[in-house]
């Protein structure tokens, strides 16, 4: 069934930006004494990736009521996952990203939820370090192109029969969180709708565009 433009709108309080407020803190690690100052995070990864609450009205396909809604939402869910994190590490920067579907697209789009704070790489696995290998579902604890992450995955089914297909999954069948520490500070994704080695490139890219010059 094709994409709502509605389901943009409930991705202001969806499953990730507002669990993550709780889950980003999980495993991250203990709060340091000389913490350095965390970056600004941009409005915009690449051609695919903008921040939440930049998305426009047209393509929310919003009212003026609704629209007005889910950017106040937007920042309120960031303004509290980060006043949280903040209080347990002196210092924090959450963004929430979209993958802006076209017109027509089908599923849910890709989201990347992004946090900083100041410390060192602590351990990943929002889980539970237990592996799951059963059918239908799977997690397993990865190192992703030199990143910790934790990756779950279903199996693709047939949308008519609701049986495994035997496919390989796709982007829209993980949720995956990968993290790595720079210059004392520890840069946390949590993603739905992305393959681990995009999370990774997506990794990257935040290094990128916060690098200090």
Same mark, same amino acid.
């Given at each position: 069934?094709?994409?709502?433009?509605?389901?943009?709108?409930?991705?202001?309080?969806?499953?990730?930006?507002?669990?993550?407020?709780?889950?980003?803190?999980?495993?991250?690690?203990?709060?340091?004494?000389?913490?350095?100052?965390?970056?600004?995070?941009?409005?915009?990864? $690449?051609?695919?990736?903008?921040?939440?609450?930049?998305?426009?009205?047209?393509?929310?396909?919003?009212?003026?009521?609704?629209?007005?809604?889910?950017?106040?939402?937007?920042?309120?869910?960031?303004?509290?996952?980060?006043?949280?994190?903040?209080?347990?590490?002196?210092?924090?920067?959450?963004?929430?990203?979209?993958?802006?579907?076209?017109?027509?697209?089908?599923?849910?789009?890709?989201?990347?939820?992004?946090?900083?704070?100041?410390?060192?790489?602590?351990?990943?696995?929002?889980?539970?370090?237990? +592996?799951?290998?059963?059918?239908?579902?799977?997690?397993?604890?990865?190192?992703? $192109?030199?990143?910790?992450?934790?990756?779950?995955?279903?199996?693709?089914?047939?949308?008519?029969?609701?049986?495994?297909?035997?496919?390989?999954?796709?982007?829209?069948?993980?949720?995956?969180?990968?993290?790595?520490?720079?210059?004392?500070?520890?840069? $946390?994704?949590?993603?739905?709708?992305?393959? +681990?080695?995009?999370?990774?490139?997506?990794?990257?890219?935040?290094?990128?565009?916060?690098?200090?010059?």
């Amino acid at each position: 069934m094709p994409i709502a433009r509605s389901t943009v709108v409930g991705a202001a309080t969806g499953a990730l930006l507002l669990a993550g407020a709780v889950g980003f803190g999980v495993g991250l690690p203990e709060l340091v004494d000389d913490a350095s100052a965390v970056p600004t995070l941009p409005l915009k990864l $690449d051609d695919r990736f903008v921040a939440l609450q930049t998305v426009s009205q047209e393509v929310t396909g919003a009212d003026d009521e609704r629209y007005a809604t889910f950017i106040k939402e937007t920042e309120e869910s960031e303004a509290a996952a980060q006043k949280v994190l903040a209080s347990q590490y002196d210092d924090a920067v959450v963004r929430a990203y979209i993958d802006v579907p076209d017109p027509g697209s089908q599923g849910m789009p890709a989201q990347i939820a992004v946090t900083v704070v100041p410390g060192d790489t602590g351990l990943v696995n929002p889980s539970g370090p237990f +592996p799951v290998d059963e059918s239908g579902a799977h997690y397993d604890l990865e190192v992703v $192109d030199g990143y910790r992450c934790a990756v779950a995955w279903s199996e693709p089914v047939d949308d008519s029969t609701g049986m495994p297909t035997g496919k390989e999954p796709t982007g829209a069948d993980y949720r995956v969180q990968c993290r790595t520490e720079r210059d004392g500070l520890t840069y $946390d994704l949590y993603t739905n709708g992305l393959t +681990p080695e995009e999370v990774a490139s997506y990794l990257d890219r935040v290094l990128e565009l916060t690098e200090k010059g």
